[in-house]
Every structure is written in C-alpha cells, then in structure tokens.
C-alpha cells in the first residue's frame, strides 16, 4: 500500500468517529446525561453540555456514516454488519472519549466549553481506536499519523468556523 | 504473543520516552532554548522552564537508558546500533513533543508549569512514537493500550511525587 493510499483509508476508517464528534454541536441540547448531579467535589459530574440527545444522535450520525461508507467501498470493510460494527464502536468510543473528557475537565475545575488542548483532539480519538480495535484496526503507522495530524484539523476546523462567523470562539 | 508479554514489551519499548521525558526535572535549568526571544503575540516563545541542559540531558539520559536496555534483553533490539539509534529517536521525539507543547502553551496563553490537560501526557509519547517509527514500532494495540494508560500513570505518579513532598502540586 502506498503511503497515500494509507493516508487516504486512515481518514476513511476513522471518519464515523469525526462525524460522531462534531454532531452533538448540531443534535445537542436536551436533557443533560448527569441528571444535574454533582461529584463529591461540589462540581457538576459532566455538566450541560452532555446531553442525552447529542449522545445518542452522534452514535446515530456516525453509525449512518459507516454504512453509506459500507455501500461506497464494501471491500474494505468486506460486510455490511463488519461495516456497522465498526462505525458503533468508533461513534459510542469518540462520545466516550468525550465524556470522560468533560469529567476531566470538571475536576479540573475548567468552564464547561473551556478548551483543554489536547485532550479535545485526543481524548475522542483514542477512545475510539480502542472501542473500535477488536473489529478491525489500522496499522501502528496510519494511528501514529492520525494521533499527529488530529489536532491540527481540528484547530483549523474550528478557526475556519470561527473566520465564517459560525463559532464565537476560535477553539 | 500473549497480552500480559504485549504489555511488558510495549513499556519496554517506550522507556526511554519516559524518562527522557522526566529529566529535565533533574537536569534542567540553565539558558533556555529560546533564548528570551519572543513570538508576535509578544510571549515568550518557550519560556524559562526548557533549557538547552533539559533537552541535551533528556536526549542522553534516554539513550543511555537504551543502552543498558540492549544489554538485557539484545533479542529485542537485534543490534547495539538499532538500540541506540532507537533509544535517540524515542528520547529526542518526546523531547521535541514537550517542546512544541510549550509553544502550543505559550500562544494559548497559559503560565509555564500549568498543565494543559492531555498535551502534557500525550504530546511527548505521540511525538516519541512519531519519530522512533522508522526505526522500530509497536503493533496497533500496543499503541492504543499505551495512549490509553499514559495519562493515568502520569496522573498516579505526580500524585505519588506530591503526596511524598517532592512536588509542589499533585499535577
């Protein structure tokens, strides 16, 4: 496999877990999956801005994702239930990341929306090579790369949508 | 392989990481590398805390470190030369991901020694991994169950340093 060709399948394998981390900013809002409690430091366990909707409508998102990529390049992932699998356990994984992040960072004691730079870009993506691993994996070279360029794409994603008046903030 | 070999071998395999990583505690100060430069936002570029001693004692601690690794395990390695420039690669990288999270922390705009949540854990394994990979890598699982533990063990072992005294804060 050439190199581009493995950069191409990275991105293409882990893209259900990007569309399952971008969605809750669109299918947010709701109930927050912490009920309000709080920690036994006196802070929110999760806050308000993880909500069961932007849970469950991610891990729909990017289950979609994976089977429209099922019928795009079947070979690749060689069934339609392999393809399903793999595009569940890379959403639920990227949302679990990002659950665990938001816990982090209310222990932290960081303002919801606050950015932690690195567990934002990394967090998600790690959770969901890992949740994702006993289905099928990418080669230690295509992680390496991911892990590496992740936070860039991310920090230009948010910057454009900050330049395009979309975000506030550019984080 | 079986996983509990896996693991041991993936520790082994990052170690010089890890230490180059933590030496500067011990060897640093001195000039810092930026000189006092400072960026266009008017910040320091890296700030007092990396210094040309840090880096060189980091980068040498950590090969030395492969060097003695060689000696007690060769088969790992193959040759003293694979080792060494292993042992290198792994400590330079996670030198140079310590740097680059330093400048990433000086344009955010956060104090030196504050930590930045996820790049602090992961910057300089990522960044090891990165440059190392030419040389000799892990497998796909290896890696993840590194990414997956290495904040927790850094987390553990601060906590440890802080509630012995040897540290300030439990961060």
């Not at 004691?109 to 950015?115: A, E, S, T």
């Amino acid at each position: 496999m050439g190199w581009l060709s493995s950069i191409f399948w990275a991105f293409w394998y882990i893209l259900p877990a990007y569309f399952a981390n971008a969605s809750p900013v669109l299918v947010g809002g709701g109930r927050p999956i912490d009920g309000g409690r709080v920690w036994r430091d006196g802070r929110r366990l999760l806050g308000d801005g993880k909500t069961w909707r932007g849970f469950i409508g991610g891990v729909l998102i990017g289950t979609l994702v994976g089977i429209v990529q099922y019928f795009i390049t079947p070979d690749f992932y060689g069934s339609l239930e392999t393809a399903v699998k793999l595009a569940f356990l890379l959403s639920f994984g990227a949302l679990i990341g990002d659950l665990v992040g938001s816990f982090i960072k209310r222990r932290a004691n960081l303002p919801r929306g606050y950015p932690a730079i690195g567990l934002d870009q990394l967090g998600f993506l790690i959770s969901a090579l890992a949740f994702a691993y006993p289905v099928k994996t990418l080669s230690s070279g295509q992680i390496i790369f991911l892990l590496v360029v992740s936070p860039f794409i991310h920090w230009g994603a948010n910057y454009f949508a900050y330049r395009m008046g979309w975000k506030s903030v550019p984080w």
